[in-house]
């Protein structure tokens, strides 16, 4: 994305002075392993039946060509993001520096706006009981792992990836492994259409997991009883 | 199938589904009051609508802030250094308590049997009122990835839906007064009227749109979904009423009082799969 497609002034690509954190993932590396959902969840105490980081795979292709195709899925952190644009109380924000888009928990009113404004299902409602963490009945989602960032770590979802396939770094550098992975690769987004300028590229997303399709609407009847377990949980 | 092993959950629920249905009647019987300031026929409904409304607000706003995850942080959103002025929510909140107060001092003025403060703070009730369909609509306009929500013409069938549900109301509460069931009569004909011609161009461009578009066509209109909102929705409660009140039954007071019935009825089942059935396509995404 050059100078000239930046649109809104809370943009920070491609600005002087400023950084702009993004996420490559290459698919084609990536084989399913979870442990970035593991690692994830283990860095944040995520409860049961929420995920910041989560990756859903679908079997493509007919016999004999057949192959499981994974995309991991995250907040894309987004330059222009519709859910710090509905956030009544300014709960959710972008960080100037890096392009993080945070929460502010003790702000957060849980009218949950940002979670119909996301695109991508990345925000989830924390339930009202935690063992460990005091944090809930407030929205959250993946924060890029600001904490560790700040502190010159990688996230635990990238540190932790056996595949190699996760790679972090400051798109506005371009010196940086992953400015070196968009220049010489296809990427892709989520839902470009819907132009929030997602800092999530992907290497090779398949066609069948970018787009919805018909199996949205025919929900697995299997589903249900995940489903209504989900809901006891979280009181809803 | 089940490859997707993930699901979300939607984001708002049927409480807020309630809620539009509510605050969606306490502007229409706003808008009642204050035109009996200018329609002798509606008279009669100047205090009924005006209490009704007021109580109806109250109901609304505990719906509302029940539904928060944090209800004691409902204040936040009064906080002016918080208050973030991109979101229709918060126009939403300042709207809402604007008319409160509003409403407050109209109903006050009433008790005094002030004529001429009566009429302004009517004027200024009734116009906050139409800001609360207004904001309703706009609430779902903005959210630009989903489909049915993301049209323009949103806030303008809320203001639709509001001036039938209160019209719908204000049939029931006016009794066997006759003058003032004949110009409900006619408000309930041709908002319901408005909501059908709404209805229609949000479904034909829907169905016309991209893969999540026609998707959620499907899920609107098929299913447990589809009997809510074409079922009771649109046949039940925008069909049938249109035509009730051009035969002849129509025209007796009975005969708006049963229309005005079914308008509530398809009143609360079209906002309910407005705003569930959108919802859907998402949570396996
Ligand atoms: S992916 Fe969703 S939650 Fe993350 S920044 Fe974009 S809109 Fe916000
Ligand atoms: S749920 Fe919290 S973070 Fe989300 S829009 Fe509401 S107040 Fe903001």
Known sequence: MSDELRVSPIETREVPGKRRFAMVVDTRRCIGCMACQVACKAEYDTPLGVNRTWVPYKVVGKYPNVKKQFLPRLCNHCDDPPCVRNCPVGATYKHEDGGFVLQRYERCIGCRSCMAACPYNARFMLPSHRTYTPITNVVDKCTFCFHRVTQNLVPACVQTCIGRSRVFGDLNDPTSEVSYLVAKNATQVLRPEEGTKPHVFYIGADRNQTEFGRDAYRKPDVMELQRDAFKRHFNI | MGDYVWFHDVSWHATYAIYFFVIGICAGLSFLSYGSWRTEALRPLREKAAYGSFAL?????????????????????????????????????????????????????????????????????????????????????????????????????????????????????????????????????????????????????????????????????????????????????????????????????????VAGVLVLAGGAALRYALLMGPQQLQTLY
């Open chain 2, 57 to 257: 607000l109250v109901v609304g706003g505990l719906l509302l802030i029940g539904d928060l995850s944090q209800p004691l942080r409902f204040l936040n959103i009064l906080n002016p250094a918080y208050l973030n002025f991109t979101s229709p929510l918060a126009w939403g909140a300042l709207n809402i308590v604007a008319f409160g107060i509003a409403s407050v001092l109209y109903l006050a003025a009433l008790k005094q049997g002030s004529q001429a403060r009566g009429k302004v703070l009517a004027t200024v009730t009734a116009l906050l009122a139409l800001g609360l369909p207004i904001y309703t609509g706009y609430d779902l306009t903005v959210h630009q990835s989903r489909p049915v929500w993301n049209t323009p013409v949103m806030p303008v069938l809320f203001v639709a839906l509001a001036i039938a549900s209160g019209s719908a109301v204000g049939a029931i509460l006016a009794g066997a007064n006759e003058s003032a069931q004949r110009l409900l009569r006619e408000y309930l004909l041709w908002s319901t009227a408005a909501v059908g011609v709404i209805l229609v161009s949000i479904l034909g461009t829907t169905n016309y749109g991209g893969a999540a578009q026609e998707l959620t066509f499907m899920i609107l209109t098929t299913g447990t979904m589809g009997l809510i909102f074409v079922g009771i929705g649109i046949v039940v409660g925008t069909a049938a009423p249109i035509a009730l009140l051009l035969a002849p039954f129509g025209r007796q007071q009975v005969g708006v009082v």
